[in-house]
């Protein structure tokens, strides 16, 4: 997220963000809580520890910063609106928030998060984000970009339908891999997620298996800041 170009819009949206994030999930059956804990479950199946530093970057009110205690000890979070920041402090006592990224430590962090940021971002500003997000991990420091899917037809209508993106330009998976690679990650990889809704609860232990196939509402890509970066 841009330091300064979503500030107006997102502080405007802070007050009424929860309620509009819930209405734009609504057809999946699922309240914003169960998506925040899918990607703290993915971030613990894929193997991050429990004590490492994590960034989640974009926060906005915190939904997911929430939900990564008690998995995870030692959590931040930037977002350069500030009401938004203000709510998330609420939700996250414990968490340590910026509304600079010029104040969050370089170098410091083993996993970064950007879940459903670079949407919002111009396509101009995208490399320029992620390399901003590369110096602040560790060597060999992991970033984990959650994206909407745009394949998934049900995917695009809650997009198109939520006051909040608006502006939202859609990444498609490919995209994501090569923003990762050109911002100077390494071993970039691709999951889809978030295949059932809550109706085929049921059938959610397969998806794992179903990673390769290019149907779930939303994709995680990852990659991984070179060991002498």
């Known amino acids: 997220m841009a330091e300064s170009s979503n500030k107006p ?6 007050s009424e963000y929860e309620a509009m ?9 699922e309240s914003t809580v169960y998506f925040a804990d899918y990607k703290v479950g993915v971030l613990q199946r894929m193997g991050v520890k429990p004590d490492a530093p994590i960034l989640d970057f974009g926060c906005g009110i915190g939904n997911l910063v929430e939900r990564l205690f008690p998995a995870f000890e030692n959590v931040h979070g930037f977002d350069p609106s ?5 709510v998330a402090q609420r939700r996250a006592p414990s968490a340590v928030l910026h509304a600079d990224t010029a104040l969050i430590p370089d ?3 083993e996993c970064a998060v950007l879940s459903c940021v670079l949407h919002h ?3 101009a500003e ?16 992991r970033v984990f ?19 909040f993106d608006h502006d939202a330009i859609l990444l498609w998976p490919w995209e994501a891999k090569r923003l990762a690679k050109e911002a100077g990650f390494e071993g970039v990889g691709l999951e889809y997620i978030t295949f059932f809704p809550h109706a085929l609860a049921a059938l ?8 390769w196939l290019p149907l779930g509402a939303q994709y995680v890509t990852v990659g991984a800041n070179p060991a002498h970066a």
């Open 107 to 109: 170098q410091h962090f």
């Open 9 to 14: 819009q997102f502080d405007q949206y802070a």
């Open 126 to 141: 995208r490399l320029a984000l992620m390399q901003t997000l590369r110096r602040k991990l560790s060597p060999r420091g």
């Open 121 to 123: 971002v111009p396509p």
């Open 82 to 86: 500030t009401k938004s920041l203000e």
């Open 204 to 211: 959610r232990p397969l998806e794992p298996s179903l990673s």
């Open 21 to 29: 994030h819930a209405a734009s999930v609504a057809a999946s059956g």
């Open 145 to 163: 970009i959650f994206e909407h899917n745009p394949f998934n037809p049900v995917t695009r209508h809650a997009v198109a339908t939520c006051p």
